[in-house]
């Protein structure tokens, strides 16, 4: 799968991504991939060659650039550490509303100017954290996202006035959430509420379970199941042709 690595400036520095293409003659529709928590790593690059493969060009970011030299976890351990899980989690911190919406026009404006990119609106979609920075893009950049799909994403409805659900009536993007069972980051409840502000703003969703645990999608994630992952990717692929015209 061709593929590069490159940087992007933004208003914080420069974010290293890499592009992964499909084969063959373009131009096709964009999407930015978000990972989970534990960053960038040889299985999301997997994963973005593998969408890729299905028709999309897939810009894969550091989303923890600012922080300086990177140190992968083993999602295997990571959770376990005390001193890993305290890394993890202050970095995620890092990553506010604010600073991901930047980072995000930074990456859709990097799209935008590839000439293997076709069209103005992009696709996104996340894992865990990744998952809740793609539907809060969602009504955030409203104008530059055009599908939006989060799985087994956290977040995603609080009661921070930042909540991506009190969003809702700002999104155009058609949003699919894929929710893991015995979730505590993303609860039926928190569906119930995300339903009904989403169905109330008119947006284009749906909203799915899966029966395996928080992680279900992500090969290097202890709980990774793989009949879940494969449903994953037929949803995602409904969902990108849909919206996405090539």
């Given at each position: 799968?061709?593929?590069?690595?490159?940087?992007?400036?933004?208003?914080?520095?420069?974010?290293?991504?890499?592009?992964?293409?499909?084969?063959?003659?373009?131009?096709?529709?964009?999407?930015?991939?978000?990972?989970?928590?534990?960053?960038?790593?040889?299985?999301?690059?997997q994963?973005?060659a593998?969408?890729?493969?299905?028709?999309?060009?897939?810009?894969?970011?550091?989303?923890?650039?600012?922080?300086g030299?990177?140190?992968?976890?083993?999602?295997a351990?990571?959770?376990?550490?005390a001193?890993?899980?305290?890394?993890?989690?202050?970095?995620?911190?890092?990553?506010?509303?604010?600073?991901?919406?930047?980072?995000?026009?930074?990456?859709f404006?990097?799209?935008?100017?590839?000439?293997?990119?076709?069209?103005?609106?992009?696709?996104?979609?996340?894992?865990?954290?990744?998952?809740?920075?793609?539907?809060?893009?969602?009504?955030?950049?409203?104008?530059?996202v055009?599908?939006?799909?989060?799985?087994?994403g956290?977040?995603?409805?609080?009661d921070?006035?930042?909540?991506p659900?009190?969003?809702?009536?700002?999104?155009?993007?058609?949003?699919?959430?894929?929710?893991?069972?015995?979730?505590?980051?993303?609860?039926?409840?928190?569906?119930?509420?995300?339903?009904?502000?989403?169905?109330?703003?008119?947006?284009?969703h749906r909203?799915?379970?899966?029966?395996?645990?928080?992680?279900?999608?992500?090969?290097d994630?202890?709980?990774?199941?793989?009949?879940?992952?494969?449903?994953?990717?037929?949803?995602?692929?409904?969902?990108?042709?849909?919206?996405?015209?090539?």
């Amino acid at each position: 799968m061709p593929n590069i690595t490159d940087g992007v400036s933004t208003p914080d520095g420069n974010c290293t991504v890499r592009l992964f293409t499909p084969t063959g003659a373009g131009p096709w529709p964009g999407v930015i991939m978000f990972p989970d928590a534990g960053g960038v790593r040889d299985t999301f690059e997997q994963m973005a060659a593998r969408l890729a493969d299905a028709g999309y060009v897939v810009l894969l970011p550091d989303v923890y650039y600012r922080e300086g030299q990177w140190i992968a976890f083993d999602m295997a351990t990571a959770f376990g550490d005390a001193a890993e899980r305290t890394r993890l989690m202050s970095l995620i911190a890092t990553l506010t509303p604010d600073r991901t919406t930047r980072d995000a026009d930074a990456l859709f404006d990097y799209l935008a100017g590839r000439p293997e990119v076709t069209g103005a609106r992009f696709g996104v979609c996340g894992y865990c954290m990744g998952g809740r920075i793609s539907v809060l893009l969602a009504g955030r950049l409203p104008e530059r996202v055009a599908a939006a799909a989060s799985f087994h994403g956290g977040g995603l409805v609080t009661d921070r006035p930042d909540s991506p659900h009190l969003l809702a009536d700002r999104m155009r993007a058609a949003v699919y959430i894929g929710g893991a069972e015995n979730d505590q980051t993303f609860t039926a409840e928190d569906a119930e509420q995300l339903d009904k502000a989403l169905t109330a703003a008119g947006v284009e969703h749906r909203i799915e379970w899966y029966r395996g645990a928080h992680g279900f999608a992500v090969p290097d994630n202890p709980p990774f199941d793989e009949a879940c992952a494969e449903r994953h990717w037929a949803a995602l692929a409904q969902v990108f042709a849909a919206a996405l015209p090539r």
